[in-house]
T-cell receptor, first 115, second 113 residues
């Protein structure tokens, strides 16, 4: 299997639930990302992991908790979400390094609905 | 700070017509610029990228973009639109640290027959 794979593709959860989004990349990349895509809003960068260390956290509420156990896997743990958190959550990966500015490769996303 | 601005949230063309999607950038360092396409309920797919090797960049599906430093622009074009080009298009620039992409708000392209 190649590319970036996200599971599940669709998720409906109540505001008191706890769920996790999973992302896996088979590209040998050393950086992984979570983006949030809401209707009528630009893509928002949430978290960046480089070599399994979080290097960026863009003022994301604590009800979103990322985890990167190794360079191939990335999770987004969700708890006590709000309806406004409903969105498409996109995972991406890339190869970072000195002098490298390569593109990001995206998964197909998880469509999250909070009820 | 790095940013991109996409002019026009919606562009409509007829099949066979020229496609022009506009993107202007702001960058404090030499920029690395990208165009992505997103089909409904899908992730983003890279169309092309500018990494300073050549100002005219050719991508997939017949798209190309020209980097113009004097105009701080990186507009996307295609000579002849196809129905299958209907999608949302995003321009992006690397952040200053080079660790992540910053995206524009996107332009929805509609193609009519």
């Amino acid at each position: 299997e190649t590319g970036v794979t996200q599971t599940p593709r669709h998720l409906v959860m109540g505001m008191t639930n706890k769920k996790s989004l999973k992302c896996e990349q088979h590209l040998g990349h050393n950086a992984m990302y979570w983006y949030k895509q809401s209707a009528k809003k630009p893509l928002e960068l949430m978290f960046v992991y480089s070599l399994e260390e979080r290097v960026e956290n863009n003022s994301v509420p604590s009800r979103f908790s990322p985890e990167c156990p190794n360079s191939s896997h990335l999770f987004l743990h969700l708890h006590t979400l709000q309806p406004e958190d409903s969105a498409l959550y996109l995972c991406a990966s890339s190869l970072l390094g000195r002098g490298l500015n390569t593109e990001a490769f995206f998964g197909q996303g998880t469509r999250l609905t909070v009820v | 700070a790095q940013s991109v601005t996409q002019l026009g949230s919606h562009v409509s063309v007829s099949e066979g017509a020229l496609v022009l999607l506009r993107c202007n950038y702001s960058s404090s360092v030499p920029p690395y610029l990208f165009w992505y396409v997103q089909y409904p309920n899908q992730g983003l797919q890279l169309l092309l990228k500018y990494t300073s090797a050549a100002t005219l960049v050719k991508g997939i599906n017949g798209f190309e973009a020209e980097f113009k430093k004097s105009e701080t622009s990186f507009h996307l074009t295609k000579p002849s639109a196809h129905m299958s080009d209907a999608a949302e298009y995003f321009c992006a620039v690397h952040n200053q640290a080079g660790t992540a992409l910053i995206f524009g708000k996107g332009t929805t392209l509609s193609v009519s027959s």
